[in-house]
C-alpha cells in the first residue's frame, strides 16, 4: 500500500469526504493538520493551496480529485465508467452548490453584520431545495445512490447535507430518503468510529 500524507488546516471543509473515505477503507494514512505556520507551508504546496494528498512523496492537489482517488482505493467508486459519472457529477454539484456556499456565506461570512449575515443564510436554502428534491426522488426507490450498494457519493451526501442540516436543522424534514441515507453512512461502523474520534474542530 502506498504511504499516504493529506496536508490540510484543522478543518472539515474540503478534506473531510477524503478523510471518510479513508476512514471506510481501514487505509491508513498521516493526517497533517496545519496550524499557525501557514505561509511558510504554502510555499511549498504545488498550487499554494490545501488540500494535498502526499502518495508516496509526490503531490496530488485539487480536493475533489484526492477524494475521488481515495475512494477508489477504499473500493467506493463503481466500476462502470457511466455510474461511476453519475457519482461524479452528483458530488461536482453538492461540492460546487452546497458545501462551498456553506463555507463562503455561513463560515467566512461571520464577520459580516447580523443582518448581511441572516440574508445570506436565508438565500441558501431555496438553492439547495432544488438538488434536494431531485436528489430524494432518485432515493425513493433505492437505500444507496447506485442501486444497492454504498458508494462515495453516499458519503459525500451524508458529510455535506449533515453538515448543511447542522446550520438549518429542518432541512432535511421533507427529504426523508436523502435524510436516511445521511443517517445510514454516519452509521457504518468506521464512519462512526471516524466521527467519535476525530479531532475537534470549528
Ligand atoms: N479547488 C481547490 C481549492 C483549494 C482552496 O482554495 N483551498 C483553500 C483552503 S479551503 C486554501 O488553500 N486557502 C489558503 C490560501 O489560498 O492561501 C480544491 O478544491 O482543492
Not at 459519472?85 to 461540492?95: F, G, K, R, S
Amino acid at each position: 500500500m502506498p504511504d499516504y500524507k493529506l496536508i490540510y488546516f484543522n478543518l472539515q471543509a474540503r478534506a473531510e469526504l477524503t478523510r471518510w473515505c479513508f476512514a471506510y477503507g481501514g487505509i491508513p494514512y498521516e493526517d497533517d493538520r496545519i496550524e499557525g505556520t501557514w505561509v511558510q507551508r504554502k510555499k511549498e504546496m504545488p498550487a499554494g493551496k490545501i488540500p494535498v494528498l502526499y502518495v508516496d512523496g509526490k503531490p496530488l492537489t485539487e480536493s475533489l480529485a484526492i477524494a475521488r482517488y481515495a475512494a477508489k482505493q477504499a473500493g467506493l467508486v463503481p466500476r462502470d465508467d457511466l455510474q461511476a459519472a453519475y457519482c461524479d457529477a452528483m458530488v461536482d454539484t453538492m461540492a460546487g452548490e452546497v458545501l462551498h456556499t456553506i463555507y463562503q456565506h455561513i463560515v467566512f461570512g461571520k464577520d459580516e453584520p447580523a443582518e448581511k449575515q441572516r440574508k445570506l443564510k436565508e438565500d441558501l436554502v431555496p438553492k439547495w431545495n432544488p438538488i434536494l428534491k431531485r436528489l430524494n426522488e432518485r432515493l425513493s426507490n433505492q437505500d444507496w445512490f447506485i442501486s444497492d450498494r454504498v458508494t462515495w457519493v453516499d458519503l459525500a451526501i451524508s458529510f455535506i447535507f449533515g453538515k448543511a442540516a447542522e446550520h438549518y436543522p429542518k432541512l432535511l424534514n421533507d427529504y426523508p430518503n436523502v435524510n436516511k441515507v445521511v443517517e445510514n453512512v454516519q452509521n457504518l461502523k468506521p464512519i462512526k468510529k471516524w466521527i467519535s474520534t476525530r479531532p475537534k474542530t470549528n
